[in-house]
């Protein structure tokens, strides 16, 4: 199950996929008349008080956490042998190279090159999850590399709308996200979660709970209007915008979901319910 470690990253970042390819015509068109880029989102917030934590993750531990394969666990059971400890997790700062061989285990060695930017990648998918629900966020922390291909549109000078052909390169996305086991990611997720926390605190949440803002971010995203049919665009400086006001206000993260299609979005979100139940089932509230 070691090898399942990149589910946890898939439920983190997954969403992120498609950010840079949004504005890659746009940004193509801020360079050549030198303007300069916009400023990154502050994310350090000062916290006098420690809140409660809404969201708790169950405690694992490490003589029982099953992440063993399965051929291992029946070698030391044939053996009558207890399981061995479980390997402690390295600092947070010393872990690319342990998450990079995972991942070349899982996918294979391409693969992982071609979908994932891996230094500092815990790190990254933390601020990523931390800047969804606002109105922007850095493209140059996303833990993964943008969908190949160009983002595409179609109309005229007069109507521009996000063109259907654009949503298809997301599809192979959202199929990977369909594929993979809730449970397992879960499980995978609560045994990395210290290497999270901490990159969360060094932001500048020193007594906030990592987990409790996932779950808002993915409230957030939940609550994206499904959008049918054509969406139109419209590009009043060098940006490329909504044209309805109201998408236009939505966070960065809403807009993601709608930039991969309808059809697409409803599957993302069908998912995204699936883990906030999982995340939250020990609640009391929940």
Do not use: C
């Not at 956490?65 to 044939?78: G, V, Y």
């Not at 500092?120 to 850095?138: E, S």
């Not at 298809?168 to 993979?180: A, F, G, N, Q, W």
């Amino acid at each position: 199950m070691k090898k399942i470690i990149v589910l946890a990253l898939a439920l983190l970042a997954g969403v992120a996929l498609v950010y840079n390819n949004w504005r890659e015509k746009s940004e193509q068109n801020r360079q050549a008349l030198d303007i300069p880029p916009q400023q990154e989102v502050p994310t350090t917030i000062d916290q006098s008080e420690e809140p409660a934590i809404r969201f708790p993750l169950p405690e694992v531990e490490p003589s029982t956490a099953e992440l063993e394969t399965e051929q291992d666990t029946a070698q030391q059971d044939n053996a009558g042998q207890p399981p061995e400890p479980v390997k402690p997790l390295p600092p947070l700062d010393q872990s690319d190279d342990e998450l990079r061989t995972f991942l070349i285990d899982l996918l294979g060695n391409q693969k992982v090159v071609e979908l994932f930017n891996l230094k500092d990648m815990i790190r990254h998918i933390v601020v990523t999850i931390d800047n969804l629900p606002r109105d922007q966020y850095a493209a140059k922390y996303l833990p993964t590399k943008p969908v190949a291909g160009r983002f595409v549109v179609t109309g005229n000078d007069e109507n521009t709308y996000i063109s259907t052909v654009n949503y298809r390169r997301y599809t192979p996305y959202v199929e990977l996200l369909e594929s993979l086991d809730v449970n397992t990611v879960v499980a995978i997720y609560t045994r990395l979660y210290p290497l999270f926390q901490e990159a969360y605190k060094n932001l500048g949440y020193p007594t906030a709970y990592f987990n409790d803002r996932l779950i808002d971010v993915i409230d957030n995203l939940l609550d994206t209007p499904d959008r049918k049919g054509l969406v139109e665009l419209v590009q009043p400086h060098v940006f490329y915008e909504y044209a309805d006001e109201d998408l236009e206000s939505l966070s960065a993260g809403q807009k993601v979901l709608l930039r991969m299609g309808n059809d697409n979005a409803i599957r993302v979100k069908a998912k995204l319910r699936e883990y906030r139940h999982e995340l939250t089932s020990g609640n009391a509230d929940e």
